[in-house]
């Protein structure tokens, strides 16, 4: 059984910051492969980022490049996700996932990951 909570969402001006987390409750944190999900009223989710269990591999969509950073915390079970010059297009609900599947630099299939957590919302204003 796996158990995600997201927290650290809330409501910044464009070219503010946030950090999300996602605490895990799960045996064996360290083997799952850990992604960062998305999803805007009417639009499909979308990844944000992902993170293989040693943090070796990593991947982020093109539009965060550059401006979010995701890690984890193996020793505390957590997930994060720093998120800087934040932009009006960030807005979502964001969530955090976990799977024991291969962890690669590519955009993952959100349909492949089986546990999520509730979401948490950023909301960015111009």
Request: glycine share 10%.
């Amino acid at each position: 059984q796996v158990q995600l909570v997201e927290s650290g969402g809330g409501s910044v001006q464009s070219g503010g910051s946030l950090t999300l987390s996602c605490k895990a409750t799960v045996h064996g944190y360290d083997q799952y492969c850990m992604g960062w999900f998305r999803q805007a009223p009417g639009k499909e989710r979308e990844a944000v980022a992902s993170i293989s269990p040693g943090s070796s591999t990593k991947y982020y969509a093109d539009s965060v490049k550059g401006r979010f950073t995701i890690s984890r915390d193996n020793t505390m079970n957590t997930l994060y996700l720093q998120m800087n010059s934040l932009k009006p297009e960030d807005t979502a609900m964001y969530y955090c996932a976990a799977d024991q599947l291969p962890c690669v630099a590519a955009a993952p299939d959100w349909h492949e990951y089986n546990y999520w957590g509730q979401g948490t919302q950023v909301t960015v204003s111009s």
